[in-house]
């Protein structure tokens, strides 16, 4: 039996929202807590990369940057909680991100979604993530089966 | 400078086991609370983690000065993964990494190289491809 449609604010069933996607569908966006040197020094352990451009200032000025800034993979890894708040994980057979700009201490990101195409079943989503003033730092596409694949 | 005779390298081989705790370490870095992904024997592998395993070695960049990059120059430019098979914590995955393509643009000012990694697991099935577009700059 297919579950009955919540609207697409409901994060709490992503299976749900799944089943009812449609092209034009928009993913529930997910924002992040203002960017701080400590999600950077978590993120680095947590994930291996120990680039001191991302946690070492001194090293991030004698490269010629201000400051350290955000692993591009840590904006991939948001727009993937944005992705599995919304589908099973099983379900997503490509994601893809092109990393645009540099993510700054103390930057909001908002991660959003939207299904741009349907094809054999399969949902493509298009995602985005911007800062609190719209710009743009990733963008991706990824491709979800649906729930009879 | 970078050189195209690099092209179809094998720049890395390595296997990595999915541990618990470092999964559980990733979710928190991430800001990730569902329990989903931190309780339980057998929690499943977020979609980019795969990515960290990939540089689970000694020196992840110790390929790069061989072709000709260097990491203070270096940006990630762009990042894919085609998934063929989900993974758990206590996986044992096998990564191997090949140079796929190096180009240059505006005369030389910038230059990108494709890094593809092939994700087997302890039976030899294909889980995962990664590829990574990275970007050396020289202004």
Redesign the interface.
Known sequence: MWPICAPSSSSAMPERSLACADVGTRLPPLTLPALSRTTLALYAGASGDHNPNHIDIDAARAAGNDDVFAHGMLVMAWLGRLLTGWAPRESIRSFDTRFISMTRIGERITCSGEVVEKRDGAFVVQLQACNEHGEVKATGRAVIAGRDQ | MIDRKHIGRIVSRHQAEVERG?LR??A?????T?PRWTEGERL?????FL???D??RPD??DWYSGVGLS???V?????????RK?CHSGDILHFTSRIDDMYEKKGGALEFLVRATRVTDSEGTHVADLRALIIQRHA
């Open positions: 470092r370490f990733f928190k870095a991430i800001g990730e569902d499943p592998v977020p979609p980019t990515f960290c395993l540089m689970d992840p960049y990491l203070p120059r940006l990630h430019g762009e990042q894919s993964f085609v998934y989900p």
